[in-house]
T-cell receptor, first 113, second 114 residues
């Protein structure tokens, strides 16, 4: 039931691009993306809703393919501040319990100078 | 807004002792979530409340864990007795009503059970 994130880890040089994927075996109505820096709390980046548009946060954008039950996070022209672990939280259809998010294990991103 | 407040930030205790974690959600938020984070299992939802009422506690590991929300501005997560395998970071998050369901996380409590 836990969504699968890929890759598990990625190392970039400043300015390079990366794509992080989140794939679920369940039908989704929403995907939430968060970033967590070491020793800190997860911080909300963006939410993608079924039937919604591609979202953007600074130079980070995301898409949601409802049919494939997948979401992708696109980091373009990466900055040092992008380093951290990225988590997807998925909203799964479950009558009467639609506040619960199921989280992936995260993708560790390191951006080096 | 002060954000979600958790206390203590760090807790070291011995096996068998009672541990109480505290959370103050963002004012006006209707939902409160308790999570446990470990390297092996990631973020696990333990329980969540809506307007102080527990909605889903299926993630609570066992009877040693209990959570309460006596009012809209305070919640506790209690572990009694604690065991070394309970060592983890425990996060509290709150969320406003509405469709977006964004969750705002507190700084977490790092628990180490010796």
């Amino acid at each position: 039931q836990q969504p699968v994130q890929s890759p598990q880890a990625v190392i970039l040089r400043e300015g390079e691009d990366a794509v992080i994927n989140c794939s679920s075996s369940k039908a989704l109505y929403s995907v939430h993306w968060y970033r967590q820096k070491h020793g800190e709390a997860p911080v909300f980046l963006m939410i993608l809703l079924k039937g919604g548009e591609q979202m953007r946060h600074e130079k980070i954008s995301a898409s949601f393919n409802e049919k494939k039950q997948q979401s992708s996070l696109y980091l373009t022209a990466s900055q040092l501040s992008y380093s951290g672990t990225y988590f997807c939280g998925t909203g799964v259809y479950n009558a009467g319990n639609n506040r619960k998010l199921i989280w992936g294990l995260g993708t560790s991103l390191a951006v080096n100078p | 807004d002060a954000g979600v407040i958790q206390s203590p930030r760090h807790e070291v205790t011995e096996m068998g002792q009672e541990v109480t974690l505290r959370c103050k959600p963002i004012s006006g938020h209707d939902y409160l979530f308790w999570y446990r984070q470990t390297m092996m299992r990631g973020l696990e939802l333990l329980i969540y409340f809506n307007n102080n009422v527990p909605i889903d506690d299926s993630g609570m590991p066992e009877d040693r864990f209990s959570a309460k929300m006596p009012n809209a501005s305070f919640s506790t997560l209690k572990i009694q007795p604690s065991e070394p395998r309970d060592s983890a970071v425990y996060f509290c998050a709150s969320s406003p009503a509405g469709d977006r369901k964004t969750q705002y996380f507190g700084p977490g409590t790092r628990l180490l059970v010796l």
